[in-house]
């Protein structure tokens, strides 16, 4: 068998076997080598080989052909050799020069392909050969064709971002090619944005120069313009802004790399800039998400400082929309007048997803929001236009005409990731353009289709396509819809029993759902669920998802899930599976929101939102008062931490009111139920507190109290006995009420075994802080900030510093104050929870007027009184006693006019200008004297 055999023509001919290089002396066998390479698998006929090799054949040329191959057989070239009289060829051989043009191909090449085969250049192609006729003719041909390739790579590295590879591509074309205008239009455009302004413009002048002594020309108008605009600094030409610091909210990481819609992603991006309302519309598969979520990550035109996604594929009607739009964007309630203040003010870009099939509603949640906010920008993607004023619309049509080029490279691209090595170049371009016609261009059907080349040839699956008739049969164009929905059915037919039964149960999950959750609930069959899914993924029938943190996640597309609930309902047992695994999954999740684990449950609940909100009307509707109350006691401090109060408040409510039935697992008399009734009850209360409801807060709190004492857990007993004593403070009750409950509260603490919480100890603290015993309070800050720092509680650390805080502007010892105040304010920021925050601004003012800085302070009320309206916050009604007195301290430092003026100024203050006011007033305060940082609460 020979071994491996690789010739090199673009540069100095070399012939390669295995490995070692091979001296080949004689110029004309050389020259039979070459010519024969550059056809490595075909026969050349003996008349060619005569013709390509003699200028003018002698009569004894085909003798002197046969004589020179009778020689190269018995050489080490002889195993690759093959043919007789009729003609000759090289097998099993590598040839660079024949790589180089396959790469090439159609225009459609990427950059990267077009990269690789620029890499294969070496130098002058078929240096070292005689000058026959064929070395002539393609060296010719190669020279034409590399200056194209350089010329498409130069472009595409300019169109791509890439400036230094264009320019360097660019100027090497050059070197050989001075007269190619185009390319000087190029590099100077590259030059230019890149910011060298005058090497730019020294290449047009150059080149004009060139054109005048050479030819006699002027440049074209086409340079002299280009000219004039890298004199202007227009922005064609002009150095892109940097990119600015976006930070998203629920704004998916696609996995796989964009393909095509380059004009419609400029046209969705000037759109964006020109419009405060655009929706994408076209029919389901086409691509709309996707374009959207690319150009919101793609663009650097956009004014936005913050990015939302709502998506509505598992919203079924108007209150589902407020609840999902209130939870994405940390509204204090699902109303539209909560959501729209709490946008007020932010230069932010909206992506509403999957808008239709509630037209109306979301029509009236854009004009809401487009009244309350100039800084907002709306994008939408539905089938249908929403009919709101102003709206700009942007039709996404099928892959299909003009873009039909876009559909092969979308195929192409799918199926290299569904079959290792996949190329699509010769016959099979055809056969790709035949099925996305089938397929009708639509994105959706192509990757369904790619995905089954792990099982098809590429012949076999257009043969299936075409005998499943998807689209075939239609010529009006008119029912996309059902093209989509035949692209769908006719990729599940392909499916096993047991992938087609875990479809239907996958479908009938609300939102998406990681891997967890499938095994926990689906049944299909003997094979492991996991493995299942795994298969339907494969099959681009259930899309992955990967989150920024790098959390898999899936998700079937609406209208893959609408086929698949079709085909009839999930078996039985399934949604008692689903209700069970949900209040397992609260309880679990909801324990780990006060640790160091809260990101990532957090994380885990925002993607099971909508499930656990189908667990929880399905508990409430059957009666199931237990798993109601387990998935309330789960969530409530995921509701509390992005102050979802509202939402937060009805849940619980509707929970509490379910009676015992056949859904629970026994009456609140039980301990079990009774340890679920008093930590709801808790959650009530805390909530309400939030609210400024404290004397409902309190009556919660008795409530937890009663259900602790029945499950005989005195952990809770003394939470809620704190947290009574705690409210009891903040309403200015007489000292021997808090001193009642703080007695209460230790001896219920002592009885825990020292398994008391943090929060216990924290809110003891504010007792004593109440009652004046200020070493005491000290040292419980301490206790309850080592147990937080422990625990991995960040609210509770930040609690710990906004009491000792507190502590500190009882002695008028504001410094110290803010000393400890902003690396929490950093924290509550970071953590994105918007009352901690506000909290803490409101205690920074306080800060600054103990430090005769209360212009500052008044600035930071007004920040907080107009923030705090975002998320129905009022810390004077939250926590009277203290933040009354705090604003006095403020006032008493100003006359009134400056008061109302400074208050004012800060009211139109972000978050961060707040926060970087008072790192502003920390650093003047630090370099003018220095901080003595207290000992007493260590930090």
């Known amino acids: 068998m020979p071994g491996s055999a690789e010739i090199q023509l673009l540069g100095s001919f070399r012939l390669t076997l295995d490995g070692a290089s091979v001296r080949i002396a004689a110029p004309m066998h050389r020259a039979i080598i070459a010519r024969l390479a550059l056809a490595a698998g075909e026969t050349v006929s003996t008349d060619q080989l005569i013709a390509d090799l003699w200028e003018a054949p002698p009569t004894s040329a085909a003798g002197s052909l046969r004589v020179h191959l009778s020689r190269l057989r018995a050489s080490p070239v002889g195993p690759f050799l093959h043919g007789g009289r009729g003609g000759y060829r090289l097998e099993d051989v590598t040839v660079d020069a024949v790589a180089f043009r396959r790469l090439l191909g159609p225009e459609r090449s990427g950059v990267k392909v077009l990269a690789e085969a620029a890499a294969l250049w070496v130098g002058p192609p078929l240096d070292g050969l005689p000058l026959v006729p064929f070395v002539r003719r393609v060296r010719e041909e190669l020279e034409t064709e590399r200056a194209r390739l350089l010329h498409r790579l130069g472009k595409g590295h300019l169109e791509g971002g890439d400036l230094a590879g264009a ?187 999957n808008a239709e099939h509630l037209l109306s509603e979301v029509g009236e ?211 008692e599976r689903h209700r069970a695994w949900f209040v397992g999954f609260a309880r679990q999740a909801g324990s780990k929101l006060r640790t160091s684990e809260e990101s990532a449950a957090a994380a885990e609940i925002t993607l099971y939102r909508a499930d656990l909100i189908a667990a929880l009307e399905d508990a409430i509707r059957s009666a199931g008062r237990s798993a109601a109350l387990g998935i309330v006691g789960g969530m409530h401090w995921y509701w509390f931490r992005r102050s979802a109060l509202v939402e937060a408040m009805s849940w619980i409510d509707a929970a509490l009111a379910v009676q015992d039935g056949p859904g629970s697992a026994g009456g609140p008399d039980e301990h079990a139920d009774a340890e679920l009734e008093s930590e709801v009850w808790i959650a009530r209360g805390l909530t309400l507190y939030q609210l400024a409801d404290l004397p409902e807060a309190e009556r919660s709190m008795q409530e937890a109290i009663r259900h602790a004492a029945v499950a005989r857990r005195p952990d809770l007993e003394s939470t809620a006995l704190s947290a009574l004593g705690y409210l009891a403070t903040l309403r200015g009750a007489e000292p021997e009420v808090i001193e009642q409950r703080l007695v209460a509260a230790t001896a219920a603490a002592a009885r825990a075994s020292g398994a008391a919480s943090d929060f216990v100890a924290l809110t003891e603290a504010q007792m004593l802080r109440s009652l004046g015993r200020y070493p005491e309070a000290q040292e419980a800050v301490r206790t309850g900030g080592r147990r937080a720092r422990a625990a991995g509680n960040a609210w509770a650390v930040i609690m710990a510093d906004t009491l000792a805080a507190k502590l500190l502007l009882d002695l008028r010892r504001g410094a110290d104050a803010l000393a400890i105040l902003l690396p929490a304010l950093r924290r509550s920021r970071a953590d994105t929870d918007p009352v901690t925050t506000l909290i803490g601004l409101y205690l920074a003012a306080a800060a600054a007027a103990t430090l005769d800085r209360n212009e500052a302070g008044a600035q930071l009320i007004g920040a907080v009184e107009a923030l705090g309206r975002r998320y129905s916050f009022d810390p004077v009604a939250n926590e009277p006693a203290d933040f009354e007195l705090y604003r006095r301290r403020v006032r008493e430092g100003l006359t009134s006019a400056e008061w109302e003026r400074m208050r004012a100024a800060g009211t139109s203050l972000s978050f961060d200008d707040a926060v970087r006011l008072v790192e502003e007033l920390a650093a003047k305060l630090s370099s003018t004297r220095r901080v003595r940082h207290h000992d007493s609460i260590p930090r």
Request: aromatic content about 4%; hydrophobic content about 45%; some cysteine.
């Open 365 to 575: 949640l854009c004009s809401s929001l487009l009244q309350s906010s100039r800084g907002i920008v709306l994008l939408v993607t539905s089938r249908e236009p929403l009919g709101v004023p102003g709206e700009r619309l942007l039709s996404l049509e099928p892959m299909l005409g003009e873009d039909l080029a876009d559909a092969v490279d979308l195929f192409s691209a799918r199926a290299a990731d569904a079959l290792l090595g996949f190329e699509a170049e010769g016959a099979a371009i055809g056969t790709i353009e035949r099925l996305a016609t089938s397929l009708d261009g639509l994105p959706l059907g192509l990757e369904l289709a790619a995905a089954q080349l792990r099982t098809m040839s590429l012949e076999e699956l257009e043969a299936s396509v075409r005998s499943g008739e998807p689209v075939g049969r239609r010529s009006d164009g008119s029912a996309r819809h059902a093209s989509t929905a035949d692209a769908v059915r006719w990729s599940v037919q392909l499916l096993t029993p047991d992938q087609r039964a875990m479809l239907t149960q996958l479908a009938a999950f609300e939102g998406g759902f990681a891997r967890d959750a499938v095994e926990g609930i689906c049944q299909a069959g003997e094979r492991p669920p996991g493995f299942l899914l795994d298969e339907l993924a494969q099959k681009s029938l259930v899309a992955v998802a990967r989150s920024e943190e790098g959390r898999v996640s899936f998700r079937i597309l609406e209208s893959v899930k609408h086929f698949a609930r079709s085909l009839g309902g999930v078996p039985d047992g399934w949604r």
């Open 167 to 353: 320019i360097d591509v660019l100027g090497e074309l050059l070197l050989s090619h001075p007269e190619d205008e185009e390319a000087v239009e190029l590099l100077a455009t590259a030059q230019s944005r890149a910011g060298r302004t005058a090497a730019a413009l020294a290449s047009i002048d150059a080149f004009e120069a060139r054109m005048r002594s050479e030819a006699g020309l002027d440049a074209s108008p086409r340079l002299r313009s280009l000219r004039q605009a890298v004199l202007r600094h227009e922005s064609s030409v002009a150095p892109p802004p940097p990119p600015s610091s976006v930070t998203r909210y629920r704004m998916p990481l696609p996995l796989t790399p964009f393909i095509g819609r380059a004009r419609q992603l400029a046209r969705l991006e000037e759109a964006l800039t020109r419009a405060r309302l655009t929706t994408v519309v076209g029919p389901g598969g086409v691509g709309k998400t996707r374009l959207a979520v690319e150009v919101a990550r793609r663009s650097t035109r956009l004014p936005d400082e913050e990015q939302w996604m709502l998506d509505l594929q598992a919203v079924r009607n108007r209150a589902g929309l407020l609840a999902a739009a209130a939870s994405v964007f940390g509204s204090a309630e699902p109303s539209l007048e909560s959501i729209a203040t709490r946008l007020d003010g932010r230069n932010a870009l909206v992506l509403i997803d």
